[in-house]
């Protein structure tokens, strides 16, 4: 079956081009693009006068794995969802669950480093669960720099699951933050043997930890530039917080200098993680000028209260997701340092999505609307949204071409050494993939909050996946499972 959208506003980042056309799909290709495109018999004929076409948003980090949760990044633009900076291990297992449960979008994961490390440093054997892996963020046995064989041990379960289609590899630095550089910079030899970029959650900034063996943001970009590796910066906003003005130039220096170094944000003052990761111990908030009462439990909503009972929830359940409030939205201040994150030369759209947590326990549902009561951040359901609210329609700062080439075809050049897949997406001329959003440019907005975070977007009137509509006139397609697993190749 063919479909033909007719009379929009197309925009293409791979051409530049921005203007009036049709765009015709068959086959879960995009075959025509022009003006006067006309239908034939059986044909799905759609006017979008008035909207805007492009290439769906490709999520480099994306946390969701559940049909609940990418079904709220559909209605926020997105048709690829995938964790890099996290990764899942076992790789093949964590593609096989996604495939028999089926997806609504595209899916895919980097080599776990965190499960890689535990699994050689503390025994624990990996089961491709985000829960579980957050619940090894607490656990110090990993965090712990390795002995030359359990390093070489680690990096050999790394190299394997690369070998198995993983799209390079996932690197919580940030949550071992006082681990040997010497591994990191091992690490990224690797990867570039392999030609598989590195998705890093650096380690803490010199200002918020003077003892810390390197600077999270310095290293990185020292890294890329000693080794050649492709290096992914995860998340800049809420790694720098206050400090963004000095990793920006930091890392602007580096690429300047030679070091392949990609960055990404989101548009949100508060982050959000299990709450016995390593940066969020007493004297680690501390040293970020922070409180136990920036930290909020996702699940009961419960604000902690003192360090005392900081130290008892990170005990009892140390994979209980949270948020912690790094920057204040109400804040003219610090609203300028996270446009700022955004606005950077080249920086990506990226989520950092979590699943949609139930208090019966479960973080999956195939209702639709959710169920209530549902909790989690609100960047799972509108980062997007956001991002095009506040950079396009209300500060101009990007155009709608700037928006697509953040959101869409920047996050898949990150991808194409590693998953030639790739290179058909994040563009909208012949023979790219269908997968395609279309947008209402005066009323796209976020509709979640920080109380009431499963509100899906508004503004997304048509999204495709494979061309097989996903959202069809601002409603999701409840039947609709087209994703497909994008994998990476190995040398």
Known sequence: MRTLLRGGRVIDPATGFDGPADVLVSDGVVTAVGTGLTAEPGDVDIDVTGLVVGPGFIDLHSHVHTIAGQRLQAMDGVTTALDLEAGLMPIERAYAEAAAAGRPLHYGFSASWGAARAQVLAGIEPDANIDSGLAVLGNP???????????????????????????????????????????????????????????THVRELVEVNPETPVDGSAEIAIVAAETGAAMHHCHVNSTSGHQIERVLAALEAGRSAGSRVTVEAYPYGAGSTGIGAAFLSPERLKMKGLSPSSVIMLESGERIADEGRLLQVRVEDPGAPCILEFLDESSPHDLGLLHQALAFPDAIVASDALPVYWKNGTSESIEWPLPPGGATHPRTSGTYAKTLRLM?????????????????????????EVAPGALAKGRLNVGADADIVVLDPNAITDAATYFDPTRPSVGVRHLFVSGVPVVTDGNLRTDAFPGKPLRGEPR
């Open 392 to 416: 396009v329609r209300e500060s101009k700062a990007w155009t709608w071409l700037e928006a697509f080439r953040r959101c869409s075809y920047l996050p898949a050049r990150v991808l194409d």
């Open 141 to 199: 046995v990993w965090q712990r720099s390795s002995s030359p064989k359990e390093l070489a041990a680690w990096l050999s379960l790394v190299d394997g699951e690369l070998a198995a289609g993983a799209l390079g590899v996932g690197v919580l630095l940030g949550y071992a933050p006082d681990t040997d550089p010497g591994e990191f910079l091992a690490l990224a030899r690797l990867a570039k043997e392999a030609g598989a970029p590195t998705y």
